[in-house]
């Protein structure tokens, strides 16, 4: 049976693959602050082997409906259960409110795990998307921000913009953000009850 060796550290996310040759594939190969995840999805591991899958949401206007359409076959691929918001087609005039917000709303009512929002460069999907109570929304381009953003913020939708990263990068980064969890560590239930707080006086 082949060797197979993954070694982590909380810092950078990951240290090394050590395969069937004893060889090392350095941090630089997958970036140092690459999670397990991407490591495993890189070695040619599907993403939910030996764990049960999350559902995830998914949704997108126009400026994203190419992306989500990847994405969506790529979850799939990967024995994701996916939910789709839509857009079902593309129409240059469709409003990103139209399917955010749904989505959104089905993230707070735990209907869905996860969220992906996608418009054409990701902020109107956050603005939108964090209109909603008990969403917690971020635009989200680099893979440490992916994992960082939910173990220290436990963010529950990432928005991604389809006119300003391309499939394979947003893959790294749905992949990612899927596989980090909330540390549930003190200062970071503390801060997220102040957040909440305000949300509660704007009601």
Not at 57 to 81: C, M, N, P, W
Request: charged content about 15%; proline content about 2%.
């Amino acid at each position: 049976m082949p060797l197979l060796v993954i070694e982590f550290s909380v810092g950078l996310g990951w240290k090394s693959y050590v395969g069937p040759q004893i060889a090392v594939i350095g941090v630089n190969a997958f970036g140092a602050s690459a999670s397990g995840a991407v490591v495993m999805q890189r070695c040619g591991f599907t993403a939910g082997q030996g764990e049960t899958m999350m559902r995830v949401g998914i949704a997108a206007d126009h400026g994203g409906f190419t992306l989500k359409g990847q994405v969506v076959e790529l979850l799939r691929g990967s024995g994701y259960e996916v939910v789709d918001f839509g857009a079902h087609q593309l129409d240059p005039e469709d409003d990103y409110p139209d399917f955010i917000i749904p989505l959104t709303k089905a993230v707070a009512a735990r209907e869905v795990e996860r969220g992906l929002a996608l418009c054409g460069s990701g902020v109107g999907a956050s603005i939108a998307a964090n209109k909603v109570a008990g969403a917690r929304a971020a635009l989200i381009h680099d893979v440490f921000s992916a994992h960082q953003g939910v173990e220290d913020d436990d963010m529950n939708i990432v928005c991604l913009g389809g006119k300003v990263i391309g499939s394979a990068l947003a893959w790294e980064l749905i992949v990612t953000f899927l596989a980090a969890r909330f540390s549930g560590a003190l200062r970071h239930q503390r801060r997220l009850a102040k957040v909440q707080a305000i949300g509660n006086q704007n009601v």
